[in-house]
């Protein structure tokens, strides 16, 4: 997130964010929004968390924060399937490659989270942009080479969406692109090389925070609007996709400003009626920000 003004922004959106907001939009798809969980902990590093994977069924959860820690846990869910509480079966402070633990900051803003079907954990960094691979959660790091082109990222602008296809390839896109041409790359780490494998249509109003690939198959992302003093908006645009390319972005959920904190994590599954999209805020540990968990249903 843009660092100037956080405070007066943070504080402008604490005070909305009990005040209430207009329904989200979207468009020629049906979309059920189910609830929002509000999750308090005690724990001193508890919050900032930018990245989320839910398990299958939709009782586990892996949460990750910018100050390079990651928990998990269960969920409890009402007879609804709406979230009721959170606990916490274990933490961990991510390691380098040396088996040193990260510190907040330059090394340690992790962004991006993805479990691939062994379980092993991917996680995209900011500061020194790059992704690694995490066996164990208490273990050192395993260093994924870099893409030439993250060399050329923005400051505090870089991999912030990470995801994992079923085969196993990861795909990652920057928070921000500087090029003349309307589109965002999409990378993707496949058999030990990376490649341009697609491109996403950039809005310069939007920026990609988080991905996920969904049990059809499509690579969903969520994208943040950032507008100062007037807080944060949301939207998830979903693409079909393939080896041949991404099909045009279809979009599903739009929020107004203000309606939610800061999301910046999303996780795609299927609940049994629908493909469940369940998303965090990053609450930057500022005191009128909070932690929410968003859950909407597609039918």
């Not at 589109?183 to 780490?189: A, G, K, N, S, Y």
């Not at 996780?267 to 909070?290: E, H, Y």
Request: proline share 7%; with cysteine; charged share 25%.
């Amino acid at each position: 997130m843009p660092g100037p003004r956080r405070a007066l922004i943070s504080a402008a959106l604490g005070l909305a964010l009990s005040a209430g907001a207009a329904a989200p939009t979207c468009a020629d798809i049906t979309v059920e929004y189910l609830g929002t969980h509000v999750w308090t902990r005690a724990d001193e590093d508890f919050g900032g968390f930018s990245g989320i994977d839910v398990s299958a069924d939709g009782f586990s959860y892996t949460v990750l924060s910018d100050r390079g820690t990651v928990r998990w846990g269960s969920i409890l869910r009402d007879g609804q399937g709406r979230i009721r509480s959170l606990s916490t079966a274990g933490r961990a402070r991510l390691q380098d490659s040396t088996g040193t633990k990260l510190r907040p900051g330059y090394l340690g803003d992790a962004e991006g989270l993805a479990i691939d079907g062994e379980g092993r954990m991917f996680v995209s960094f900011e500061g020194l942009d790059r992704i690694a691979r995490f066996d164990d959660p208490d273990g050192p790091a395993t260093r994924i080479p870099p893409a030439p082109e993250f060399q050329s990222l923005l400051r505090n602008a870089g991999l912030e969406a990470l995801a994992v296809t079923p085969e196993g390839d990861l795909l990652t896109m920057p928070e921000r692109w500087n090029s003349p041409e309307p589109l965002t790359p999409v990378w993707r780490f496949r058999d030990g090389a990376w490649s341009t494998a697609f491109h996403l249509p950039r809005d310069e109003r939007w920026a990609p925070v988080g991905a996920d690939v969904g049990p059809d198959g499509r690579l969903y992302v969520l994208e943040r609007d950032f507008r100062g003093l007037r807080g944060f908006a949301s939207r998830v645009r979903r693409y079909a996709m393939d080896d041949a390319g991404l099909g045009p972005p279809e979009p599903i959920l739009e929020t107004s400003l203000m309606q939610f904190d800061n999301l910046e994590g999303i996780a795609v599954w299927a609940d049994g009626q629908g493909i469940r999209i369940t998303m965090i805020s990053d609450d930057n540990f500022l005191f009128v920000q909070r932690t929410e968990l968003v859950e909407y249903r597609i039918r």
